[in-house]
C-alpha cells in the first residue's frame, strides 16, 4: 500500500509535525506500507522531528504570488501524484486549500483522507460563505479523521467521519519521581495556549509556594509580550520561565511533577497524553476539544473551567501540597495513556486504508 501524506510543512516545532514524524514513521516501518510526505518550500531544510529514513520526501515550491499560486500548487501536486502513484492520500492541512483539495482532483483512483488536527474555533466564527465551502470541500473526501469525540460536534454536518487520536509521541517506559519543584507547561506563545492565564494563575501559586518553579517549553509569538509583562508586572521572574522549544522534551517531562495546560481551545492536546506517558499528573482547562477525552477528572488529573484562573490555581497548589496524590495520579495517567501507544493508532489507520480501499474497488 502506497501512502501518500500532503502537509505544509513538516520541518517547524508544532504538533502536526511531531505527530507527523511519529506516524508516517511508524507506517513506514511496515512490511505492506510505502510511504511518501510532500511539504512546501522546505528545500534543503531539516526537520526538526525524526522521521524515518523510509520515507520519500517532495518538496513543492508554488511560489509567493497569490494570483498563480493554486494554479502552481495544482500543477506540482499533479506531478507528485503521477510520479507516486498512492493508493491512499492524507491530506494533513487546515488551511482552505486542504478543505478544496478534494474538489481539486478526480481520485476515483486513490482513498483521500482529510485529517483536521485543530478545532474550527482557531479562525473565531465562519461566514456563511465559508461555512458553506468548509460544507462543500469536506463532503468530498472519502473520509474527514478528527481526533476526539469533541470534535465531532464541530463538524455535525458531515457523515464521513472517523475518530482517530493522536499517537504518543515516544513509548510508555521511564516515570518522573515527582519531587522536583517544577510545573512545566509547553507549546508556542499564543493566545490560544493561554500562558498568559498561566501566569495569572501562577501569581495565587507562588504567594504559597514560591520555591516552586513554572516551566514553559515553546517558542516566541504575537502573545509573548503579554505573558511578559505579566512576570515583569508581578516580580514573578524567579520562577516563571519561558525557554526556547526543547526537541527532547520527554527528559523535562521526566524531571517535572505537575503538567498545565492553559489553552483556551485545542485540536486534540498532544501535550498531556506526552506528560502522562512519563506518569506526570495533569491539570487542563476543560476546553474544546480534546482534554475531556485524555484526563479522566479526579483520577489521572484534573480538568478547569476555561480561563477559570483561581480554580486553576487551586488545583496545582493541591497537588504541590500532596505528593501523595501526585503519585496515585501519576501512576494512573502513565496507565491511562498506553491507550494512545502508536502500535495501537497504527493499527486504526491501517485499518482505516484498507476499508476504504475496498470501498474503491
Not at 76 to 97: A, Y
Not at 296 to 303: A, I, S, T, V
Request: hydrophobic residues 35%; proline residues 4%.
Amino acid at each position: 500500500m502506497r501512502i501518500l501524506y500532503i502537509t505544509n510543512g513538516i520541518c517547524g516545532v508544532g504538533g502536526l509535525e511531531r505527530v507527523l514524524s511519529v506516524k508516517a514513521s511508524w507506517l513506514a516501518e511496515q512490511p505492506e506500507t510505502e510511504v511518501a510526505v510532500c511539504s512546501i518550500n522546505e528545500k534543503d531544510k531539516t526537520p526538526f522531528y525524526s522521521f524515518s529514513g523510509k520515507i520519500i520526501r517532495y518538496n513543492i515550491e508554488p511560489g509567493n504570488n497569490p494570483m498563480s499560486y493554486m494554479i502552481s500548487y495544482v500543477r506540482e501536486i499533479k506531478k507528485v501524484l503521477k510520479e507516486f502513484r498512492p493508493d491512499i492520500v492524507s491530506v494533513c492541512d487546515d488551511g482552505l486549500k486542504g478543505i478544496l483539495f478534494s474538489r481539486l482532483w478526480n481520485h476515483k483512483n486513490f482513498g483521500l483522507i482529510y485529517e483536521r488536527h485543530v478545532s474550527r474555533m482557531i479562525n473565531g466564527r465562519d461566514s456563511l460563505v465559508k461555512r458553506n465551502v468548509i460544507r462543500w470541500g469536506t463532503s468530498g473526501f472519502d473520509r474527514v479523521v478528527l481526533l476526539t469525540e469533541g470534535n465531532r460536534s464541530e463538524w455535525d454536518f458531515l457523515k464521513n467521519i472517523t475518530i482517530i487520536s493522536n499517537p504518543l509521541s515516544f513509548p510508555v517506559k521511564e516515570r518522573s519521581d515527582l519531587k522536583n519543584k517544577k510545573v512545566i507547561a509547553a507549546g508556542k506563545i499564543t493566545y490560544q495556549k493561554g500562558f498568559d492565564l498561566l501566569a495569572q494563575a501562577w501569581i495565587k501559586v507562588r504567594q504559597n509556594y514560591p520555591d516552586w518553579e513554572m516551566h514553559i517549553y515553546g517558542g516566541e509569538s504575537e502573545a509573548s509580550g503579554l505573558v511578559d509583562d505579566i512576570v515583569k508586572k508581578n516580580n514573578l521572574q524567579e520562577n516563571f520561565f519561558v525557554h526556547k522549544p526543547e526537541p527532547d522534551i520527554r527528559k523535562k517531562y521526566l524531571e517535572s511533577s505537575i503538567y498545565v495546560m492553559s489553552s483556551r481551545y485545542e485540536g486534540f492536546g498532544m501535550v498531556l497524553t506526552e506528560a502522562m506517558s512519563c506518569g506526570v499528573p495533569c491539570i487542563s482547562f476543560d476546553c474544546p476539544c480534546g482534554p475531556s477525552d485524555i484526563i479522566n477528572h479526579e483520577e489521572d488529573g484534573f480538568l478547569v473551567p476555561v480561563g477559570d484562573t483561581e480554580v486553576l490555581a487551586v488545583r496545582v497548589q493541591q497537588l504541590i501540597k500532596s505528593y501523595t496524590l501526585r503519585n496515585k495520579m501519576g501512576e494512573a495517567a502513565q496507565e491511562n495513556c498506553k491507550r494512545f501507544e502508536i502500535e495501537e493508532i497504527g493499527r486504526q489507520w491501517l485499518d482505516l486504508f484498507e476499508k476504504i480501499r475496498e470501498e474503491k474497488v
